[in-house]
């Protein structure tokens, strides 16, 4: 890893293609040191929209972990704050997943030691990135953190608890089957906060704050019950702290590189209760997976396990609120258009009514195909002009489909069609017959055998066909006999066409 201790990105995301990629070589040098492989990890993870500043408060965990001896552990007015990249201004910085790259042992009150990895990740809604890049960031690091700081400015707006929906029911879908919460720890903490007021700024402010947000009652609509009832379903602890605004030298001016002098009084004095109760050794809780502590050597693993199933293609495609409104939207209209259409054909050709002939029911079907596109071309659909028309290409082609249904169930009532298969035996089975006592007659009695021969194969299928089709045995053999007396009627007709147009030229030529 080197002499000097820095960030070190594990997870890649490839913004032509929105894939990603885990750098298991760079994660294998954290995780598999030898004084760190067989401990058990405390993953400390901060996750939330980009440009919020989770960088800048990982360093000050960092400062802390290296100086957690110290009293002084925030350093000096005027000394930079290092760690983890971090700028000011409205670029996003971090980009995939982080880890620092020292483990830090840490020994509990109980003598038991363990790893701590601190974690950083790229923020969430930035206009590089799609909904499945957030989701799935967001995802694996609350599968593989213990300890979950989702990072919010200035309030918890309910647009907040529903992407942590979307974003944990993602990691979730990723897990194997769990018959317990699946992740652990989770704690918002909402920076910027104007109103201490009302709730002080802290964990006391912030758990009072926090039960109120999170409260269900029967009054509230069945949509904002669910988001909550399912973020309680998920962590087994959930808290919340309230972090004053850092000032706005912190926040305006460009050339801030961290120096304490900076920095609000208030914010540097609720940091200093923050970290230390947050980093506190009997505070922090081991990563668990279905019960069992996970050692540094299992991390690695989870992490490829995980990996893999987000380069996969089975779990399903997040979306925008817009585009999955926009996509049941076009669905409706799609359903409500083959409807329409199914119910027309119904009248003309559907159950007990007598068959129709083709060209008929043909320019039946153009009718209704046409009042079916103009339906669903009629309705008010979101999503723009250009995602509506694949919708109503998949519409065509499901009418297609129902139209190749209906055309078979129409010929299915044809009694020609019903029995062409025995009459085209019968008649096969009445010229052999002739064909054979023909033969016979003039003395070709080798000629004659295998005209009885033929016959008797024929009056077998037709047997054979009766059997299959009074009872339902056997139905490839029919298939089959069906498809041989078609080709028999087929090439008979065609060579009844040609006789018929020989006999028309003759005439006109001797006329």
């Avoid at 929209?49 to 408060?57: E, I, P, Q, V, Y």
Wanted: glycine share 6%.
């Amino acid at each position: 890893m080197g002499s000097e201790p820095g960030p070190v990105q594990i997870v890649t995301v490839c913004k032509e293609d929105h894939s990603f990629a885990l750098d298991t070589e760079a994660l294998g040098r954290i995780l598999l040191a030898p004084e760190v492989r067989d401990k058990h990890v405390v993953v400390l993870s901060v996750a939330g929209a980009f440009r919020k500043g989770k960088s800048f408060l990982l360093d000050f965990m960092l400062r802390y972990m290296y100086r957690k001896g110290d009293i002084n552990w925030l350093g000096q007015d005027e000394e930079p704050l290092t760690g983890f990249s971090w700028r000011g201004g409205s670029e996003p910085e971090t980009t995939g997943i982080q880890l620092w790259s020292e483990v830090f042992p840490v020994q509990k009150s109980d003598g038991t030691e363990v790893a701590v990895v601190l974690m950083d990740t790229q923020g969430a809604f930035d206009y590089q990135s799609t909904v499945k890049d957030c989701a799935t960031i967001f995802a694996l690091s609350t599968m593989t953190s213990s300890i979950q700081i989702y990072n919010l400015s200035q309030n918890i707006q309910e647009d907040d608890l529903q992407q942590l929906q979307l974003f944990t029911e993602y990691g979730r879908l990723a897990m194997d089957e769990i018959f317990q919460k699946p992740f652990q720890s989770l704690m918002f903490l909402v920076r910027d906060w104007s109103f201490p007021y009302e709730y002080q700024y802290g964990f006391k402010g912030g758990n009072e704050f926090l039960d109120k947000r999170l409260q269900v009652n029967e009054s509230q609509h069945e949509e904002l019950q669910t988001v909550r009832d399912h973020i309680h379903s998920c962590f087994t602890k959930i808290s919340c702290f309230l972090l004053p605004h850092p000032g706005l030298k912190v926040a305006t001016h460009p050339s801030f590189d961290g120096q304490l002098k900076d920095v609000a009084p208030e914010f540097r004095e609720q940091l200093e209760s923050l970290i230390p109760k947050l980093l506190h050794p009997d505070r922090l809780a081991e990563k668990e997976i279905n019960g069992n502590k996970v050692t540094c050597r299992g991390l690695l693993e989870f992490f490829k396990a995980y990996i893999k199933i987000y380069q996969g293609e089975d779990l399903p495609q997040p979306k925008t609120m817009l585009m999955a409104t926009a996509e049941a939207n076009n669905l409706a209209a799609v359903a409500a258009a083959k409807d329409q259409y199914y119910k027309n054909m119904e009248k003309v050709c559907g159950g007990d009514l007598p068959y129709v002939a083709p060209e008929s029911l043909e320019e039946k079907h153009h009718f209704n195909v046409r009042e079916a596109l103009h339906a669903f071309s009629s309705t008010k659909k979101m999503g723009g002009q250009e995602f509506c028309d694949r919708y109503q290409e998949q519409l065509e082609k499901e009418l297609e489909d129902m139209w190749q249904s209906f055309a078979k169930h129409n010929e299915s009532k044809n009694l020609f069609s019903a029995f062409r298969t025995p009459a085209v035996l019968f008649v096969l089975v009445c010229l052999l017959y002739v064909l054979s006592g023909v033969l016979l007659f003039i003395g070709l009695s080798t000629f004659a055998v295998v005209c009885d021969c033929t016959m008797g194969v024929v009056m077998m299928s037709m047997l054979t066909w009766a059997f299959i089709r009074y009872s339902g045995r056997y139905r490839t053999v029919g298939v089959t006999i069906d498809q041989a007396a078609g080709v028999v009627l087929e090439q008979a007709t065609v060579a009844l066409n040609k006789t018929r147009g020989a006999s028309a030229v003759d005439q006109k030529k001797s006329s």
